[in-house]
Structure formats: structure tokens, C-alpha cells
């Protein structure tokens, strides 16, 4: 079946050389760059700045012309996957279509070219933009108010655990545990850590969902909160989450819902109605804001009604009929972002929920996991999912069977997909699951996209079958083969200056 | 309504009956009945693109952008520095814009190249060897240099020079809400660092200075690397890159670790994000380095290729254990910022410095000569000035903007009424003022004699 949108062809364009680095292409007295002409007296520098604080060399920067900078980032370009290309079934990074439109719309002056010290009289439309945000982002989790600072998810995650220590401490309390199942993404320990508190590690049930008798036995008042993603990261609802929200509640302690896996219940059920008192969300991956290659994203953090006053500020909120002003809430944590957060993705995030809105994201959650269910029936002779029940968002299938069989793993498995056109699904993540293949459609891959998807899969499980050596070989088309990672890290080289001959 | 979703109705019932179910609802089977959302998302319903653009393109009609008739003297942090067309031609193409981390290198090759490139580039500016892919602002990199400092050391308290910018300093003590470090703010001595002031107290983990800093004045590195010395701390420097292409690099006067803020080198203002997050450090600190580090290795052929390495220290290895929590970073910025330096090269980035600080100088004499305005210090400048206005900052900005001028920052409004970085009783009548190579002379004069009505 053809794959409409689905496929990438993963070789370079022009042959497999390597790219000079930028460096190299350099050519001393080269240069791209243009100046205003402003008239402005040429004072030498040494006049106006005692000669002491000023450095005898210029900088060593790239010294080339604009073409050959065209022609180097371009050719980098071509040596890079994306989603643009082709299906990039990463799970748990939600890799869905990235609307043009909302990069039309951050493109445009009266947003981008906006200082962040404006007043607040001349920004009103940013204020708007992002007291209409929060209000959206409320709804959809049902909180009662949210910050937009935070930079990403785990920015998000390290500003809900100081509210949550701003809550309990404001009551008296000074709580030292978080728990966390051991199916978490490795930013909830890091953050607790960081949050000043013990992460306490509950196992999974057989069904990869939290088990509760495990979670009942670590309760006491100690624990300030649990931070749960729900879907969890095995793609699964947790089915007992009223329970597991009582439980919580009954020590005093508060919910956080890590938002990573937002997508597959937009408009279905919302964190704050499972009891969840914090929540964060990836802009970045929910509201189909491009991921800039690693970055950046946004991690807004909504909460129930009684942490609201904890929240970073200033918040953006209406103060009359048409007019918006800067808020700090009155026991406010602080700031967290150098400015009001990323803006321009914020900005993004918001254009997304008005060209869906209510009706919209409904759809996109009942296709993301429509997506899901069907690739994970469509593979169950070959790829087994880790866990045989309905998946959300995302499946979690495992190698076991290739690698005990043929030696063929699950990083061979995505390495041999690259050769197909794919990108490859996350791997051995969740840590619970051996052998993991953690796939994650997305709802903007259409069904021929996920046929091809299947049939590429399946023919790796043939290879494995038939030649598992040839399997282990991939990948062979890409711009570079597999790496030699070691050596990376054991002879560092993490700029060009490093390349000079290193002490043994 | 708008619709991104590939599928046709005819697909769904077909998708629907290869898995044995009756309606898009029952896939959501196992959420309990009791938490299901009756009703549907309070949200207006969605519209077309042409719809959402229009509501944009109103929306921004409130909002007043710099540019020929809102002249920008604001700096504090974010600079309105020459932004070419290549440079956003490049860094908007969809394969850096719409990938995501480099978890498979074999295919992220063009990512992995341009961060190594830049990570290159960035040690250069700061002296340093080391510099990671990035972090999220300015911000962030100084709480992250604060947690690598007080790990090294095992000590708490660490002293802030009050001339880091204000926000950066408010960050600091948010998250040391969590890590327990103890923030000291030192105030500044007519515009410097008044280090003498700092009382006897607990062994200190970081000298925190800002080169230029945040009223734009010119510090004496060398007094803060003595007194980190003295204590056995490491001397973290917030260093303007821009600044960097003329000043000392920080690392060749002692600097343990360099942070700043990028968004100078290619990034548009944006209402302040998203901006991109500089981090540099000495080889002894590199296991504990925050966030991702590019390396260069080769493939199994021999072909020289590029990975993320010593990921041993990161979150999602290492977990509680882990040396920060960041996970997404700000990638494309710093792609960005790879180009744009590459676009000006050695001698575009000193007189981009050069220009923006002959700008400076030259306003600041247009502006020193008027009634009703005195110099904030007396401390030696690059391309950043603080005034002293007879009229309210707040009151003279406005009447500026009125004249065509986004007039500077008020620092109250970013300091608030009493900050050790501003004599007392000052503060209120503060305006910090920053000139780029981009403002003219014409623009310059003009600005001055509105400067003159407006500061009475």
C-alpha cells in the first residue's frame, strides 16, 4: 500500500561525504555579514573603554561567505530526519504534524518583534494571548489557574514540586518523600530530587499500571505527593486512579500529573477530575509545536483552586472589560523564566486550540489512540505488546521473542527501520519493559502511513528471521552507520579544538 | 473547524472493525465512567485557518513591535541586534524546526553537527573548553551553574553580585527554595560590585559576576576570581556574547564556568522566549555538566560522525542521581545562534560590539548634557547605560513611546523599588538604556530631544 506522507527516503541526497564543519570550510578575510550604515561617530573602541577590559584577538569564528553558509546548513539540513519527512512514531515525544500556520503566526512582527520589557499599556495583545492560554489550559485539564513560564516539561515538573513544597510548608508541614512509579520518564526522579525531596520508587503491577497495595504501604505523612502519568508510560490507563487519588489525599499528600502523554485524552478526561491537584504540559508535544530539534517546547503548570496562590509570577490576567495587567499571586514561589516564558511557542500553543477547539481535540485524541489500537492489533503476531490489553496513545511492544530467537534486538529493530524510511520508536523505555519498542503514532498519520509502518516492521522480523546478521548491519543507507558511542565519551572531542592530539 | 487528521470516514469504520469495536468511544474502554468528561471541553469550537489568522492579526494590532516607528533603546537582557534574512532562512528550515532530540544519530546528523559547531563556538566566546548544546535562558544557566558549583564544593552559600540581571537573581532563589543553597545578593558600589561588603559567614561554593552587568556597567573580573579564591569557590561569570566579542573572554581571566544569555545572536526579541541559555565550564567540571554535550566519534566505516556523549550524568539515565533534570532544551536556538555567528564571523561580531558601543557612548553624551537627567554611575560602559530621570521612569517610557520610542526599561519594574544594584531612593526614577549597531545617528538625536521633554 503506498504511504501518503508516510515514508522518508533516509539517504542523503548527494552521496555519503561527510560535511565539513563550518570551520573548515573557513577562509581567513571571508566574510557574509552587513551593517546599517548609521552615521554614528567611529570613536576606536580603546577611547571609550579603558584597554584593559578588551580582548587583543577578535573572537575565532567561521570566516565565510553567505553562499557557503547557504550551502553548509542546507547539506546539514539534508543529513537530518524530521518530521516533515516522514512518520516519526517516537513514543512518549508525540511527534505529530507541526500545523504551518502557527508558524505563519509566530512569524509575525506584532508578536516576535515585541521587547519583553514593553509596558504592559503597549503589549496588550500578549497579555491576552496569554490570559486566553491559561484559560484554555485550564479547561482542558480542569484546574483553576496556571503559570506559562516554564521552558519545557521538566522545567514544569521542578516548579510543581516547589508549589507542592510551598503548599505543605504554608500548612506547617514539612513533608520529605515523592513517589514515583518505576515506570516514570527519568525527568520526575531528577526533579524531585532537585525539588529538594526523597524520591520513594513503587513498583508496577503485572498489567504495568501502579500497584496499588505497593503505593498504600509508602503512604504516610511524610509523602508530599505522586507523580503519575496517566496514560502511563506503557501507553495504559490507570483504571484505578480514583483509588489511587483517595489514597494520596487521605495522608495529606497531593497529586502531580505529568502531562507528557496529555494527547491521548484531550476532551475524554481531565487530570482534574481524576483528582490530580498539579498538572504540566508539553506545548511541544500535545499542542503540536515544532521541537526544534531538542528544543524548545513550553511546560506550562496548571493547579486546583487552593495552590493557585503559590504560582510563579507575574500571570498575565484580564483587569477590566478589555484590559490585561501582570499578576503576582499573593504567596507566589517566584520567577523561574528570565522573561514570561518561551512566548512564541505559547503564542503557537494557543493559535493550535483555536483551530480545533472543543470539537477538534476530542478528534485528535480519539485518532491518536484509534492509531494506537490498530498498530498494536495489526503487529500482535510479531511484535507482542508488552501488556495484551486496549492501549491509549501509544504501544509498548517488546523484542523478547527476536532477541531470544534470532539475537536480533530491539535496537536493531529501530536501527533497521531508519533503512525503511522511518524514524525510529522509542527503545528500551519504560525500563519495566524488556526489549522495549515504545510507538507512538500520532493522529496525523493516516492509515496507509500505518499499513507501511507494519509492513516494514514485519519485514525486519523476516530479515531477523532469515539473515540476523544482515538485521544487526542496519543501518546501511543513512548519512553515517551506527556509531562508535565509547569512543565518544571516553576521547572526548566536543569542539573543534579538541581535536588537537589528546594526553594519553 | 480546522482538521490536520488524515482519516476519511470510510477508514475509521474500517480501522473501528479491524479491532472489534462498535464507535470512537469505546476505545476508551478502561477510563472509569465516574472521571469521564460529560459535556465536552469548555473551549469554543475550532475555526478555519483564515478565521485563526484574522483573530491574529488583530490581536497583534495591541501589541506595539519595535521597529521604524517604535525606535528601541531596550536592552536588559533582550537586544534588538541586525537579525539577516539567511540567517532566518536557515534556522527556519523544517528539518531543524520539526525534528526533535538526536536519539538516532544515524539520521540527525544535520542537528548533531550544527550543535558541535556551535558548542564550539560558544567555548570560544567564553574561554572555556567546554560548552554544552544549551539550556533554557539565561536563567536556567545560572541555576544550573549554581547546582554544579555547590556539588563540586559541597558547600550552600553562594554570593551573587546584585549586577546579574534581576530576573536571573529571582530565579536563583526559586529554585534554591528546593536545593537549599543559600543565595546572597551583594549590592553594587556606583555601579559595581561591592565586594568588600560581604559579612563572615559559612564557606562559600560561587562568585557570581555579570561582564557587563545588568545597568550595562563594566566589572573588575579580577576582584571576584581574588575573593573566590580566598574562599576556595568557583567564580561563575554571566557574560553578554555579544559584549564577549570585544572584552576578555571570562575563561582566560578565571572564570570556572560561563553562562549567558544568547538571544543577541540571531534570536528574535519574542516577548522573551524562546530564548537560549549559554553554559560553559572547565574540563573538571565536565561529569557534572547540565543538559545534552555533543561529541565527535566516527562510524563503523570510519566516518567521522557526531553523538550525544557522557550521557551518564542525564536524567534519563541516571535518574534521582542525574547532575540537572533538563530534558528539552532550546535546540533550534542554538542552531540559530551557530548561523548568525557564522554570518558575522570574528571581525561582524567585534563591530557589531564596536558600533553598538560607539551608539552608546554617543547617546549617553547626547542624553548626559540634558536637564532633568544624570548618569546612574560613573562606571565605566560598553553598549548599556543606566539614567537617573527627574520625572518618574514609568511617566518619561510613556511619554517617549508616545514620541515613537521604546525608551529603555524602567528598572523598578524589573528590580522593584529597592535592589542593591541602585543607589537608594532611585530606583523609581531609573531608566536602563541599550544601544545596538542597528540605531542610527539620526535615530539617536532624535531620541535625545524627546529624551529632554519627556524626562522634566
Excluded at chain 2, 86 to 92: E, G, N, P, Q, T
Excluded at chain 2, 121 to 150: C, F, K, Q
Aim: hydrophobic fraction near 45%.
Amino acid at each position: 500500500m503506498s504511504a501518503p506522507g508516510g515514508k522518508a527516503s533516509s539517504a542523503p541526497l548527494l552521496g555519503h561525504d561527510a560535511e565539513p564543519t563550518i570551520f573548515e570550510l573557513s577562509v581567513r578575510e571571508r566574510s557574509a555579514y552587513q551593517l546599517r550604515t548609521t552615521n554614528v561617530p567611529a570613536t576606536p573602541l580603546g577611547e571609550l573603554v579603558d584597554e584593559r577590559f578588551l580582548r587583543g584577538e577578535p573572537v575565532a569564528l567561521p570566516e565565510v561567505s553567505e553562499r557557503d553558509l547557504v550551502a553548509h546548513f542546507t547539506r546539514l539540513s539534508h543529513r537530518q530526519f524530521s518530521v516533515d519527512l516522514g512518520s516519526y512514531p517516537l513514543g512518549s515525544c508525540t511527534m505529530k504534524y507541526n500545523p504551518k500556520v502557527c508558524d505563519e503566526i509566530a512569524g509575525l512582527a506584532g508578536l516576535a518583534d515585541v521587547h519583553p520589557a514593553t509596558p504592559p499599556g503597549l503589549s496588550q495583545g500578549w497579555l491576552e494571548l496569554m490570559a486566553d492560554l491559561e484559560r484554555e489550559l485550564c479547561a482542558i485539564t480542569g484546574m483553576h489557574a496556571a503559570t506559562l513560564q516554564p521552558a519545557a516539561g521538566a522545567a514544569g515538573e521542578l516548579t510543581g514540586l516547589l508549589l507542592m513544597r510551598a503548599f505543605h510548608e504554608a500548612n506547617g508541614e514539612r513533608r520529605t518523600k515523592v513517589v514515583i512509579p518505576d515506570s516514570a520518564h527519568g525527568t520526575n526522579p531528577a526533579s524531585v530530587t532537585l525539588g529538594g525531596y526523597e524520591v520513594v520508587t513503587i513498583p508496577s503491577d503485572e498489567h504495568g499500571l501502579v500497584d496499588l497495595e505497593a503505593l498504600r504501604a509508602v503512604l504516610d505523612t511524610d509523602v508530599a505527593g505522586i507523580m503519575l502519568t496517566n496514560p502511563n508510560t506503557a501507553g495504559l490507563f490507570e483504571e484505578e486512579i480514583e483509588e489511587i487519588a483517595k489514597a494520596v489525599h487521605d495522608v495529606g499528600g497531593l497529586l502531580y500529573y505529568d502531562g507528557a502523554n496529555l494527547n491521548a485524552i484531550l476532551g475524554v478526561v481531565r487530570p482534574g477530575d481524576m483528582g490530580f491537584d498539579i498538572v504540566h504540559m508539553n506545548l511541544h508535544k500535545t499542542f503540536a509545536t515544532p521541537h526544534g530539534g531538542g528544543g524548545p517546547g513550553a511546560g506550562p503548570v496548571a493547579v486546583a483552586e487552593r495552590l493557585s496562590e503559590f504560582l510563579p509570577g507575574p500571570i498575565a490576567r484580564r483587569t477590566g472589560d478589555d484590559s490585561f495587567g501582570w499578576v503576582t499571586p499573593a504567596r507566589s514561589i517566584g520567577r523561574i523564566h528570565s522573561w514570561h516564558g518561551n512566548a512564541l511557542v505559547l503564542a503557537r500553543a494557543h493559535a493550535y486550540l483555536r483551530l480545533h477547539g472543543a470539537d477538534g481535540l476530542l478528534r485528535v485524541a480519539q485518532r491518536a489512540v484509534l492509531n494506537a489500537n490498530w498498530l498494536r492489533v495489526r503487529l500482535a503476531d510479531t511484535y507482542p505488546a508488552a501488556y495484551d490489553r486496549p492501549c491509549m496513545h501509544e504501544v509498548v511492544f517488546t523484542a523478547t521473542k527476536l532477541k531470544k530467537d534470532h539475537g536480533v534486538r530491539a535496537l536493531d529493530v529501530a536501527k533497521r527501520l531508519l533503512e525503511e524510511g522511518f524514524h525510529a520508536p522509542t527503545v528500551y523505555f519504560p525500563l519495566i519493559v524488556d526489549e522495549a519498542l515504545m510507538v507512538e503514532p500520532t493522529e496525523t498519520e493516516s492509515p496507509q502511513t500505518l499499513e507501511a509502518l507494519a509492513a516494514a516492521l514485519e519485514r525486519i522480523a523476516e530479515q531477523a528471521a532469515r539473515d540476523p546478521e544482515g538485521a544487526k548491519a542496519a543501518p546501511r543507507t543513512t548519512p553515517v552507520r551506527r556509531l562508535d558511542e565509547a569512543r565518544a565519551a571516553r576521547h572526548l572531542v566536543a569542539t573543534e579544538d579538541d581535536r588537537a592530539p589528546l594526553e594519553a | 473547524m480546522a482538521d490536520y487528521l488524515p482519516h476519511t470516514d470510510a477508514e475509521i469504520a474500517e480501522m473501528l472493525g479491524f479491532l472489534g469495536l462498535d464507535s470512537l468511544d469505546a476505545l476508551f474502554a478502561t477510563v472509569p465512567a465516574a472521571v469521564r468528561l460529560a459535556g465536552g471541553l469548555d473551549l469554543d469550537a475550532g475555526l478555519t485557518e483564515p478565521d485563526v489568522l484574522f483573530e491574529f492579526t488583530q490581536l497583534v494590532e495591541r501589541n506595539r513591535a519595535v521597529g521604524a516607528g517604535f525606535v528601541c533603546f531596550a536592552g536588559a537582557g533582550a537586544y534588538d541586534h541586525e537579525i539577516p534574512p539567511v540567517v532566518r532562512a536557515l534556522s527556519s528550515r523544517s528539518e531543524f524546526v520539526t525534528a526533535y532530540t538526536p536519539y538516532q544519530p544515524e539520521v540527525a546528523q544535520g542537528v548533531l553537527q550544527a550543535i558541535f559547531e556551535f558548542q564550539t563556538m560558544v567555548a570560544r566566546l567564553s574561554g572555556l573548553p567546554i560548552a554544552n548544546a544549551s539550556l533554557y535562558d539565561g536563567a536556567a544557566s545560572l541555576v544550573e551553574a549554581l547546582n554544579v558549583a555547590t556539588g563540586a564544593t559541597g558547600r550552600q552559600r553562594v554570593l551573587v553580585s546584585s549586577g546579574v540581571h534581576p530576573h536571573w537573581r529571582g530565579a536563583a532563589t526559586t529554585f534554591a527554595r528546593g536545593t537549599g543553597h543559600a543565595v546572597e545578593v551583594v549590592p553594587l558600589l556606583d555601579g559595581q560590585t561591592d565586594w568588600g561588603s560581604i559579612a563572615a559567614g559559612e564557606p562559600v561554593a560561587a562568585v557570581v559576576l555579570a561582564q557587563p552587568n545588568w545597568l550595562g556597567c563594566l566589572e573588575e573580573v579580577a576582584h571576584a576570581r581574588a575573593l573566590a579564591d580566598a574562599h576556595g569557590a568557583l567564580l561563575i561569570v554571566c557574560s553578554d556574547p555579544v559584549a564577549a566579542g570585544v572584552l576578555h573572554a571570562p575563561g582566560s581571566q578565571g572564570a570556572d564556568i560561563v553562562v549567558g544569555e544568547g538571544q543577541a545572536l540571531g534570536t528574535r526579541l519574542g516577548f522573551g522566549g524562546p530564548y537560549l541559555g549559554l553554559f560553559s565550564c572547565s574540563r573538571d567540571q565536565v561529569r557534572r555538566l547540565p543538559g545534552r554535550l555533543v561529541g565527535e566519534t566516527v562510524d563503523i566505516e570510519g566516518t567521522r560522525a557526531y553523538v550525544t556523549t557522557l550521557r551518564a550524568r542525564e536524567q534519563d539515565i541516571r535518574r534521582e542521581k542525574a547532575t540537572s533534570n533538563v530534558c528539552t532544551n532550546q535546540t533550534l536556538m542554538a542552531v540559530t545562534a551557530a548561523i548568525q555567528l557564522s554570518w558575522l564571523g570574528p571581525k561582524g561580531l567585534a563591530e557589531v560590539a564596536t558600533r553598538s558601543a560607539q551608539g552608546a557612548h554617543f547617546c549617553f553624551s547626547q542624553l548626559a548634557v540634558l536637564q532633568g537627567v544624570r548618569p546612574a554611575t560613573s562606571a565605566p560602559f560598553l553598549r548599556e547605560f543606566a539614567v537617573v530621570t527627574d520625572a518618574a521612569a514609568d511617566t518619561v517610557l510613556a511619554r517617549l513611546a508616545d514620541e515613537g520610542f521604546l525608551g529603555g526599561v524602567a528598572a523598578a519594574s524589573m528590580a522593584g523599588e529597592e535592589d542593591g544594584s541602585l543607589s537608594a531612593g532611585t530606583a523609581s526614577n531609573t531608566i536602563v538604556i541599550a544601544v545596538t549597531e542597528r540605531r542610527t545617528r539620526a535615530e539617536i538625536e532624535a531620541f535625545a530631544t524627546a529624551f529632554g521633554k519627556a524626562a522634566r
